[in-house]
T-cell receptor, first 111, second 113 residues
Framework: DQQVKQNSPSLSVQEGRISILNCDYTNSMFDYFLWYKKYPAEGPTFLIS?????DKNEDGRFTVFLNKSAKHLSLHIVPSQPGDSAVYFCAAWYQGGKLIFGQGTELSVKP | DVKVTQSSRYLVKRTGEKVFLECVQDMDHENMFWYRQDPGLGLRLIYF???????EKGDIPEGYSVSREKKERFSLILESASTNQTSMYLCASSTGGETTEAFFGQGTRLTVV
């Protein structure tokens, strides 16, 4: 059973516009969430994280929003750049040391 | 900088072979993980380890085993490789605790023929 879900397999955005990637989770015990970015044939790299005691965390062009009541988080990229084209994974820490991931969303930023 | 190194970028093995995937990290991290990445399924956790000689099953441990004899090294073993184990395998490590990031290796693309 997928406890972290990214229901959009792909997203296409024009350069300069906002990219919004969504993630839903089912377990209210999750209390720390992360976003990773992955290019083909490379390992994922950490992008940004958020604790459940916050509802927003910002780092440059990247902002993560957390809505605990809806069990939903989103990653906003503003402005989007062609180099942002990659697969983005949402992840959550769970049960004393498990880090579990969603299915990923492939972002394509077109010039 | 944290470095997580996987021994091979690409491997081709035959069905039934015993396969070893090796992972080494250089930051004295307590936790180490093995994932596989498949299209549409994301990253799925196979096994993780929170200390030397300690291991826990992830979500898809069937057909795999692991070994952690030293803190810096975590090995994934395919006891008898099958074609449905063709995948991208990713190793990661992190410090103890659940408010930290995990660092990934570059991945091993395994093809079982």
């Amino acid at each position: 059973d997928q406890q972290v879900k990214q229901n959009s397999p792909s997203l296409s955005v024009q350069e300069g516009r906002i990219s919004i990637l969504n993630c839903d989770y089912t377990n209210s015990m999750f209390d720390y969430f992360l976003w990773y970015k992955k290019y083909p044939a490379e390992g994922p790299t950490f992008l940004i994280s958020i604790s459940s005691i916050k509802d927003k965390n910002e780092d440059g062009r990247f902002t993560v929003f957390l809505n605990k009541s809806a069990k939903h988080l989103s990653l906003h990229i503003v402005p989007s750049q062609p180099g942002d084209s990659a697969v983005y994974f949402c992840a959550a820490w769970y049960q004393g040391g498990k880090l579990i991931f969603g299915q990923g969303t492939e972002l394509s930023v077109k010039p | 900088d944290v470095k997580v190194t996987q021994s091979s970028r690409y491997l081709v093995k035959r069905t039934g072979e015993k396969v070893f995937l090796e992972c080494v990290q250089d930051m004295d991290h307590e936790n180490m993980f093995w994932y596989r990445q498949d299209p549409g399924l994301g990253l799925r956790l196979i096994y993780f380890s929170y200390d030397v000689k300690m291991k826990e099953k992830g979500d898809i441990p069937e057909g795999y085993s692991v070994s952690r004899e030293k803190k810096e090294r975590f090995s994934l073993i395919l006891e008898s490789a099958s074609t449905n184990q063709t995948s991208m395998y990713l190793c990661a490590s992190s410090t103890g605790g659940e408010t930290t990031e995990a660092f990934f290796g570059q991945g091993t693309r395994l093809t079982v023929v």
